[in-house]
């Protein structure tokens, strides 16, 4: 019997994970114009971390980490999310005490126990990027231009803003009040999980995907009938900068994310066309967590958006990527001689940065030919006894079929001026 791989995963073969580059580059240079630097993290934090950073109301910690004790007794989990990770960091390594704002990007795996289906496995790939030490409305636009950018710069179409603000404490203190007034006469028609949010945080009730529970909250007060001043002057003030930029959004009262965290600004950018997972980026602003995982009051802004759905967008809508880059010169060897004199010569010229191959295989002439052309080799470099016998190779432009014997000493410099 075969070992397969675990389920809710993925291999990346070859022609997947020149996919991977080409949109990890789009990222990174996306990064470096918006300010941001790379931070990387372990895979595996403290649970605790997690506990008090992601909520414990929260299904992610309820339901889906992957969580065990190591061999020293201690309780330690896979990362579900990358905001946490990020915000033990800038408290561990005191970055708060420098120039601020701290801006912060990161890519990799995370882990949650969920049922696997399109869009969603159980190790899945995100690229995040948090921002940290200013409550400037103009930092949560800063970066959902920055997301809107990035799907903008595939190629994608059809994207929406999701737009809220969940308040802040003061606001969510009236609001939890006269939600819980309105719901109460429901209380017991609510699924499990939300009459469980219902003392605790009843305003993630609003992020539960029972049908019926969206059919119960349907008239409910929102947190956008509850914000203080300064949260609605804030949200404001978002707007006018999206605005200003030419972003559009839409107002959604019932936006609240899935994490316990946020306050104030809280989005999402959806697409429709990938079927049921359709939220294909998510963030927000978190002003409360630095302080929750025991550093100094720090405001936090980021988003995180899964990588795969990126793929699922892309392959939606038809959109191509870029072909693998073409090798420069493949060296065809007929026999043991021809391959040790131009091995070296394909050494050097790796050195120089030109793209080059060599079989391994000991095929035929024939044979070694188709496989230059499935590697789209720009030229040939072909060579038996006979050829060595007058101290000279085949080159072959695999584009117009030309060819001419050049000298095996001169071979390298006339492909670096061919090539280069």
Not at 70 to 79: C, P, Q, V, Y
Not at 117 to 127: E, I, L, N
Not at 206 to 218: P, S, T, V, Y
Request: charge should be negative.
């Amino acid at each position: 019997m075969t070992t397969t791989r675990p389920k809710g995963t993925n291999d990346f073969l070859p022609e997947d994970t020149v996919k991977w580059q080409y949109v990890e580059s789009v990222l990174r240079e996306l990064a470096l114009c918006y300010g941001f630097e790379e931070l990387r993290t372990p895979i595996f934090e403290s649970t605790e971390l997690f506990l008090r950073g992601v909520g414990e109301t929260t299904d992610i910690v309820n339901k889906e980490m992957y969580t065990f004790e190591d061999k020293g007794g201690r309780s330690i989990t896979l990362r579900p999310e990358g905001t946490a990770s990020s915000a033990r960091a800038l408290i561990e390594h005191k970055l708060y005490g420098g120039p601020l704002p701290v801006k912060l990007w990161y890519t990799g795996p995370m882990f949650r126990y969920e049922r696997p289906q399109k869009g969603r496995f159980r190790q899945f790939h995100q690229f995040g990027v948090e921002a940290f030490g200013s409550q400037d409305p103009a930092l949560d636009a800063e970066v959902i231009s920055f997301a809107m950018s990035f799907y903008e710069t595939l190629g994608l179409r059809g994207l929406e803003v999701r737009l809220n603000s969940v308040g802040c404490p003061k606001c969510r203190k009236e609001h939890k009040e006269k939600l819980q007034e309105a719901l109460r006469p429901v209380l017991g028609e609510l699924c499990a999980d939300c009459q469980s949010r219902f003392e605790k945080n009843p305003l993630r009730i609003f992020d539960c995907k029972n049908e019926h529970c969206q059919e119960l909250i349907a008239g409910a007060p929102t947190i956008l009938d509850c914000l203080c001043d300064e949260c609605h002057d804030h949200f404001e003030k978002v707007k006018t900068y999206l605005t200003g930029a030419g972003i559009p959004f839409h107002i959604d009262s019932h936006l609240v994310r899935g994490l316990d965290y946020y306050t104030k600004t809280a989005f999402e950018i959806l697409l429709s066309d990938i079927g049921a997972q359709s939220a294909i980026c998510g963030g927000g602003r978190y002003d409360g967590l630095i302080q929750d995982l025991g550093g100094p009051d720090t405001y936090g802004v980021g988003f995180a958006l899964g990588m795969e759905r990126v793929f699922s967008a892309m392959e939606a809508q038809g959109l191509s990527f870029p072909q693998r880059p073409r090798c420069d010169v493949y060296f065809v060897a007929l026999g043991d001689d021809a391959k040790k004199s131009m091995f070296p010569i394909l050494t050097t010229l790796r050195k120089e940065g030109i793209k080059g191959e060599i079989d391994f295989m000991g095929r035929s002439l024939k044979a070694q030919m188709k496989a230059a052309d499935r590697v789209h080799a720009r030229y040939a470099v072909i060579a038996g006894e006979e050829e060595l016998k007058n101290n000279e190779m085949i080159l072959r432009d695999m584009t117009d079929k030309s060819q001419a014997n050049i000298k095996i000493e001169d071979m390298k410099e006339e492909l670096i001026r061919r090539i280069k």
